[in-house]
């Protein structure tokens, strides 16, 4: 679960100017650890200049393709993306970690559901990978998707999505929002934003006929989206999102007062893929994730600032405080998981599990 696997890139397909879609090919010995359940993502690891660099990127296919694919956008300065588009090539290999991710919901055939998705640039993916199977999976569920891009040459699947609305007419509804072309129907011209999902709601897209919603994109659209979703009365559970550690600035922790942690150490101990390992570490110093690594332990991680969800763990005795949260879910940590890059001791003893999902 928690190891990387060298894979080989099978393909790499030039999508826009600035955004590639990489197909592996999984050896048929991994073809069970590499399955996936629509929207989760892989992480991807290589040495730049050096240094070891992590990234995760959601996986676009369908769990009925049988194909692994991921799209990479170039971040303006950022070190993966740019690596990615310009030296990843067909027939290299690169460490991949099995996929992760609870952006989903479970899907019935019998089901006859009607699903809201909200996307903009690279968010698309995951809502990709989560139309496409979900169409397949429950004949009798519908799909609209609102996906705002700058302009149609931005577009990244414009051909897939063309493809999946000719094959399912009824069933699959796309509305693009444009921020620098115009288009027809003014409504749908500008930025996704509250005000933007407000004249959607009034004229569009009746909520009450909408049983989940899937949002993924820059922090501000997706908080908009939300915001305005949950005002119109739809429930915090029924709202999905995933947020790319891209768009959130670098977190800092501060150390709290003695009082709130206490003092001195905390005898630690980590289960990974069966096996159990101790060691001692300061409260407040750094988080559960950082003094592992410290102490050499091979310990699964990306982002490192609270978004990806990698390290995700579960406290099975003692108790930490996790600095940020934009991955898990409020059911979650009611059943104990927490992200360890950002968890910090509270008690003289601590028992992660790495290897609990549920
Ligand atoms: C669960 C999950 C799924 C994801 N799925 C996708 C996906 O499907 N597709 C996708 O494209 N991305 C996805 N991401 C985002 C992806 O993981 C990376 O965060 C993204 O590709 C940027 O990585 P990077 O190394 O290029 O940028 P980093 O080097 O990490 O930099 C991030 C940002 O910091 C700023 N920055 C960095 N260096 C500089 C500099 N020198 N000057 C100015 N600004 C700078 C830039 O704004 C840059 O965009 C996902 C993230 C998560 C957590």
Not at 130 to 147: D, G, H, Q, V
């Amino acid at each position: 679960m928690s190891r990387f696997h060298s894979i080989a890139v099978a393909k790499v397909d030039h999508q826009t100017r600035d955004t590639i879609v990489v197909s592996f090919d999984v050896p048929a010995d991994l073809r069970d650890t590499f399955h996936f359940v629509q929207g989760q993502h892989l992480t991807l690891r290589t040495d730049i200049d050096g240094h070891d660099v992590r990234r995760s990127y959601s996986i676009c296919s369908a769990v009925q393709d049988r194909d692994l694919r991921i799209a990479i956008k170039r971040s303006p300065g950022g070190v993966f993306s740019n690596w990615a588009n310009d030296h990843m090539k067909r027939g290299m290999s690169i460490a991949v970690m099995p996929p992760m991710g609870h952006f989903n919901t479970p899907l019935q055939a019998e089901q006859s559901r009607h699903y809201l998705g909200f996307a903009a640039g690279s968010g698309i993916t995951p809502l990709l990978s989560i139309i496409k199977t979900t169409l397949l999976a429950e004949p009798m569920s519908r799909f609209t998707l609102l996906y705002g891009n700058r302009a149609t040459s931005s577009v990244i699947f414009r051909e897939e999505l063309a493809d999946l609305k000719d094959t399912y007419l009824e069933r699959f509804k796309l509305v693009y929002v444009m921020s620098r072309e115009q288009q027809d129907i003014e409504l749908f011209n500008g930025r996704i934003t509250a005000e933007k999902c407000e004249a959607l709601f009034q004229h569009w897209i009746n909520l009450d006929d909408v049983d989940l919603a899937f949002i993924c994109g820059p922090e501000q659209m997706m908080h908009a989206v939300a915001a305005t979703l949950e005002k119109h009365g739809m429930p915090k559970e029924k709202i999905k999102i995933e947020l790319f550690a891209a768009s959130i600035p670098k977190h800092e922790h501060h150390p709290r007062p003695a009082s709130v942690l206490g003092t001195g150490l905390c005898e630690v101990t980590v289960i990974m893929d069966g096996r159990s390992a101790s060691f001692a570490m300061e409260k407040d110093k750094e988080s559960v994730l950082d003094a592992g690594l410290r102490q050499g332990l091979d310990l699964r991680y990306a982002c490192k600032g609270g978004v990806c969800a990698t390290c995700r763990c579960k406290v099975v005795e003692g108790e930490v405080e996790m600095d940020a949260n934009h991955a898990l879910e409020d059911y979650e940590i009611a059943r104990g998981f927490v992200l360890s890059c950002q968890s910090f001791p509270v008690t003289e003893k601590l028992v992660v599990d790495f290897d609990q999902d549920t």
